[in-house]
């Protein structure tokens, strides 16, 4: 059963500042894994997906690595906005017919103060 | 372009009470829908999937079911709500084949009294 980890549970940050937010699974037989953002009382917008052959995506300010040896993955935000402010999700997917069941881990509540 | 509805975004229910919770998604056919919750210091959890209409798997056992009526139609539904059912409730869809990346709702905002 996969098992999915974020580490830190929260981070504040000045604004600017170049951060790191970690996701580590169990089972690398992970298929994809996507990262989210999640505003107060809101749903899931995604961010990136990457896929089982693709070792990292980029967009924009965002770039995520995935490293299915090691069992982990990265989201680097450069220069950090107030505005990115959120939670942040990574869910690790399976293959097969089970596109879209994400195992997730509990978030990284991120907060850039100005 | 793609779109997913949740509605009510917010219900207030007793004890015991009938539940039905909608999702539609437009834009799209035959997708894999999704339902998952969110409760307070657990994190996201996959509730039911449907590949197709009639379709339905069961991730955990509860006192929650589940329907797909029509093929961009999702329901959630329960006979006599549960205290412990409180908590945010998400909709997800995603292609069937070859896609892999899953696209949420806007949540619905449950909590029994």
């Known amino acids: 059963k996969q098992e999915v980890t974020q580490i830190p549970a929260a981070l504040s940050v000045p604004e600017g500042e170049n951060l790191v937010l970690n996701c580590s699974f169990t089972?690398?037989?992970?298929?994809?894994l996507q990262w989210f953002r999640q505003d107060p009382g809101k749903g899931l917008t995604s961010l990136l997906l990457?896929?089982?052959?693709?070792r990292e995506q980029t967009s924009g300010r965002l770039n995520a690595s995935l490293d299915k040896s090691s069992g982990r993955s990265t989201l680097y935000i450069a220069a950090s906005q107030p505005g990115d402010s959120a939670t942040y999700l990574c869910?690790?997917?399976?293959?097969?017919?089970?596109?879209?069941?994400?195992?997730f881990g509990q978030g990284t509540i991120l907060t850039v103060h100005p | 372009s793609q779109t997913i509805h949740q509605w009510p975004a917010t219900l207030v229910q007793p004890v015991g009470s009938p539940l039905s919770l909608e999702c539609t998604v437009e834009?799209?056919?035959?997708?894999?829908l999704y339902w998952y919750r969110q409760a307070a210091g657990r994190g996201l959890q996959l509730l039911f999937y449907?590949?197709?209409?009639?379709?339905i798997s069961s991730e955990v056992p509860q006192n929650l079911s589940a329907s797909r009526p029509q093929d961009r139609q999702f329901i959630l539904s329960s006979k006599k709500l549960l205290l412990s059912d409180s908590g945010f409730y998400l909709c997800?869809?995603?292609?069937?084949?070859?896609?892999?990346?899953?696209?949420f709702g806007q949540g619905t905002r449950l909590t029994v009294v």
């Open positions: 997800a869809w995603s292609v069937q084949a070859g896609g892999t990346e899953a696209f």
């Open positions: 089972d690398s037989a992970i298929y994809n």
């Open positions: 869910g690790g997917g399976a293959g097969g017919t089970s596109y879209g069941k994400l195992t």
């Open positions: 449907s590949v197709g209409i009639g379709q």
């Open positions: 990457i896929q089982s052959s693709q």
């Open positions: 834009g799209t056919s035959n997708p894999n």
